[in-house]
């Protein structure tokens, strides 16, 4: 089984469950440990796989609790940083239907700096980039360049989620889409929400989105749409893949699940390329993550909620 890196900001999430999509109405708050790279490594390491946190938190009660909560689920924090910047907070609204909004508090994962004595533990693995907040500038967004070329050097799988969060960007959008397409183009995967899609390729058809995504340099193409499923695009062979029927509560992390499952098939795989050999191989991957998906948003909070093998029939 290959090692999966999987690089970003790790946070304190404070939900306002139950409690509408209104935060100025908001009372009481429930900490759950959060950040997108931090969830796939998660969901990673709860199925058995190998993945390892590299991001930065910090030197406060909320850092040492998100430590441990990944260290409890058996994810590699070696790599991770501590700084004396106070560790990034998000405070998140559900409405009933488990859709959610954010505002974000930021601190140390800016802080992030490249370690160049990680290479060697690079060649021929899986490397995650989580770019909710690695594009906002920085010691992140610098580190986080240097890893994707680390990557590419090392003959690495290559992940890229977007990760776009309106309250961190608001009119900013032309911004986002410029820091995402170097990324796009280096990556044999791309994971995208459908708004994400359209905002990247500015087209509203999530097909013709696809297309343009695939002429800037993205091999594999994962569209996620809800309770619909995900449209899966490779070149010229898209296709819909239907999701399972659940009565969601909080939708936080589904995406991450998703790429989190999907990232453990292709780290059991003897050889990256026999995903662009055969669409088959993909299209199961995608179905089983698809339901990994659709479990997590059963239950609040991203990690807690996470599947497990058996919860997959793996």
């Known amino acids: 089984m290959k090692k999966v890196f999987c690089v ?3 946070l304190i ?19 759950k440990a959060g950040g997108a790279p931090a969830n796939v490594a998660c969901a990673i390491s709860k199925l058995g796989g190998k993945s390892f946190f590299i991001g ?14 990944l260290k409890d689920q058996r994810v590699d924090i070696s790599m991770a940083q501590t700084f004396e910047t106070f560790t990034t907070l998000a405070f998140v609204s559900l409405a ?36 909710a907040t690695a594009l906002l500038g920085g010691s992140l967004e610098m580190t ?77 193409i994962a569209v996620t749409l809800g309770k619909e499923g995900t449209l899966l695009s490779i070149g010229a062979n898209q296709t ?7 009565k969601p509560v909080d939708t936080t992390g589904a995406g991450d699940a998703f790429i989190g499952c999907l990232l453990y098939q292709i780290a059991n795989l003897d050889n990256f390329e026999q995903i662009f050999e055969s669409t088959d191989i993909l299209l199961k991957m995608v179905e089983i993550a698809n339901k990994a998906g659709a479990i997590t948003t059963t239950n609040y909070g991203a990690i807690i909620a996470l599947p497990n093998k058996a919860e997959l029939g793996l």
């Open 240 to 246: 819909m893949i239907p999701s399972i029927p659940v």
């Open 56 to 69: 930065s938190v910090g030197n406060d009660p909320f850092g040492n609790f998100l430590l441990n909560v």
């Open 13 to 31: 999430d404070f939900v306002a469950e139950k409690q509408g999509n209104d935060l100025s109405k908001a009372i009481t708050f429930t900490k």
């Open 144 to 220: 986080y360049g240097k890893y994707l070329f680390d990557a590419l050097t090392k003959e690495m799988f290559i992940s890229f989620d977007p990760n776009f969060r309106q309250d961190l960007w608001k009119d900013n959008e032309q911004k986002f889409i410029k820091k995402c397409m170097p990324f796009i183009e280096k990556s044999h995967l791309c994971k995208f929400s459908l708004e994400e899609a359209q905002i990247l390729s500015g087209k509203e058809d999530v097909y013709q989105a696809c297309n343009v995504l695939h002429d800037v340099g993205a091999r594999i």
């Open 8 to 10: 970003g900001e790790l």
């Open 96 to 131: 009933e239907d488990g859709e959610r909004d954010f505002v974000f508090s930021r601190g140390a994962d800016k802080e992030l700096t490249y370690d160049p004595a990680l290479r060697k533990n690079f060649h021929g693995n899986l490397m995650h980039l989580g770019a």
